[in-house]
């Protein structure tokens, strides 16, 4: 028992480490040998753990998504916060991860969730939790009076997709400085959110 505790903690040092490290300084710049020093193991232990670099990154990503749904379920289950206190959050906490992030390690992210890189863990992780995030709010928007109730909660899952997908075409690729996030990631959460309430003028 104490031994896998003990390796636990190991894949966990790890994987935090990495996390800083790739979401700070970028994916690709950031060496493997690097995040093994930080971590306080050897590059040989590392890849016992995370048998390649994409495989660590794949990680990273995955636990990023899991703890996002987890700290959103949280407040998503706060009675004392109405559906537009609830969209204000988000659209806040995501802005300020936009600004935090590493450019380079958001192109990461984008091409590991087009599945461009092989694994799709991130992808599986990300749709695991997003419909019943989403049908959470819409349901206490709907209760509230706050959304269209001419809309379906098909047609707010399409919309929702609709919009995270682009991000993730080969034209947005192509078109799109993913800088540009910085300045225009705010402004497109305020666009997506207000529009997802369908309300007319």
């Given at each position: 028992?104490?031994?896998?505790?003990?390796?636990?903690?190991v894949?966990?040092?790890i994987l935090?480490?990495?996390?800083?490290?790739?979401?700070q300084?970028?994916y690709h710049?950031?060496q493997v040998a690097?995040?093994?020093k930080r971590?306080?193991?050897?590059?040989?232990?590392?890849y016992k753990?995370?048998p390649?670099?994409?495989?660590?990154?794949?990680?990273?990503?995955?636990?990023?998504?899991?703890?996002?749904?987890?700290?959103y379920?949280?407040f998503?289950?706060d009675?004392d916060?109405d559906?537009?206190?609830?969209?204000?959050?988000?659209m806040?906490?995501?802005t300020?991860?936009?600004?935090?992030?590493?450019?380079?390690f958001?192109q990461?992210?984008?091409?590991?969730?087009?599945?461009k890189?092989?694994?799709?863990?991130?992808?599986?992780?990300?749709?695991?939790?997003?419909?019943h995030?989403?049908?959470?709010?819409?349901?206490?928007?709907?209760?509230?009076g706050?959304?269209?109730p001419h809309?379906?909660?098909?047609?707010?899952?399409?919309f929702?997709?609709?919009f995270?997908n682009?991000?993730l075409t080969h034209q947005y690729?192509?078109?799109f400085d993913?800088t540009?996030l910085?300045?225009?990631g705010?402004e497109?959460?305020q666009?997506?959110?207000?529009?997802?309430?369908?309300?007319q003028?």
């Amino acid at each position: 028992m104490k031994r896998v505790l003990k390796k636990q903690q190991v894949a966990n040092r790890i994987l935090q480490t990495a996390t800083q490290m790739f979401t700070q300084e970028g994916y690709h710049p950031t060496q493997v040998a690097a995040v093994a020093k930080r971590a306080h193991v050897s590059k040989v232990t590392l890849y016992k753990y995370y048998p390649s670099k994409l495989d660590l990154g794949n990680a990273v990503l995955v636990r990023i998504i899991e703890d996002g749904y987890a700290a959103y379920g949280r407040f998503l289950d706060d009675p004392d916060m109405d559906f537009d206190d609830k969209l204000r959050t988000i659209m806040s906490v995501e802005t300020k991860s936009y600004q935090r992030l590493n450019m380079d390690f958001v192109q990461f992210v984008l091409t590991n969730l087009q599945g461009k890189l092989g694994p799709t863990s991130a992808a599986q992780a990300y749709n695991a939790g997003k419909k019943h995030f989403w049908l959470v709010l819409i349901k206490q928007g709907r209760a509230e009076g706050k959304i269209d109730p001419h809309i379906s909660d098909d047609s707010l899952m399409i919309f929702a997709d609709m919009f995270i997908n682009y991000f993730l075409t080969h034209q947005y690729q192509a078109d799109f400085d993913v800088t540009k996030l910085k300045e225009e990631g705010p402004e497109l959460l305020q666009l997506f959110f207000y529009g997802f309430v369908g309300k007319q003028a």
